[in-house]
């Protein structure tokens, strides 16, 4: 891959999934959600981000989270009215990903290494059958703590079981591929399908 000066050496790939494998819940969800009730995407995002790391890592439940977000961002209606949402129309699978992981798991062992949380990651493993190409999961929810500390990455060299520069890291967030990076991992910035098969 063009990102990479040593591509030769990767033996394992870890895989975002928000936003790699699935497409991004939090571009699509809240933007609705802010255009709907006449709210600022960036004030919305703002709330979300603060209750999305609680439910990311495990600290409170899918009920608590919705509460909290909607409270904060000013929305009268009732939590139940939201709980479906993710399931209903914002877990999907990234068009063309499939074909890429099934080329992908015949050359490397694949990991996940995802800000996730447990209910959701629950629905989108059993929906897309994801199991088929991953060997483990790293996943916030887990550890409780999120990416952007160098924990999970430890524990997915740890499961691994090669050297860091010899894992590539795919990620939609400079942020998280920035960790990985401090600790030796290879890695790709995702921005589209056609730009990761290119590289």
Not at 39 to 56: D, G
Not at 67 to 72: H, I, N, R, T, V
Not at 132 to 140: N, R
Not at 164 to 193: C, H, M, S
Request: net charge positive; with cysteine.
């Amino acid at each position: 891959m063009k990102q990479q000066q040593n591509v030769s050496s990767v033996k394992v790939i870890f895989l975002d999934i928000g936003g790699v494998v699935c497409q991004d819940i939090e571009k699509y969800m809240m933007h609705d959600i802010a255009k709907t009730y006449k709210l600022s995407y960036a004030e919305v995002m703002k709330m979300r981000e603060k209750w999305w790391k609680l439910y990311a890592t495990k600290k409170i439940s899918e009920k608590e989270y919705w509460k909290g977000f909607l409270k904060d961002v000013g929305i009268q209606e009732s939590y139940t009215q939201f709980l479906p949402l993710p399931y209903q129309k914002y877990i999907q699978r990234m068009p063309g990903m499939e074909a890429v992981l099934t080329k992908l798991v015949q050359k490397y062992p694949l990991f996940v290494v995802s800000d996730h949380a447990p209910e959701w990651w629950a629905y989108a493993q059993k929906t897309f059958l994801l199991q088929k190409y991953f060997q483990s999961s790293i996943l916030s929810f887990d550890y409780g703590v999120l990416k952007e500390e160098k924990k999970m990455f430890l524990e997915g060299i740890k499961k691994a079981k090669v050297k860091p520069k010899e894992i590539l890291f795919i990620d939609n967030a400079k942020k998280n591929l920035l960790v990985a990076k401090e600790l030796g991992i290879q890695k790709v910035l995702f921005t589209n399908l056609k730009q990761l098969i290119k590289n």
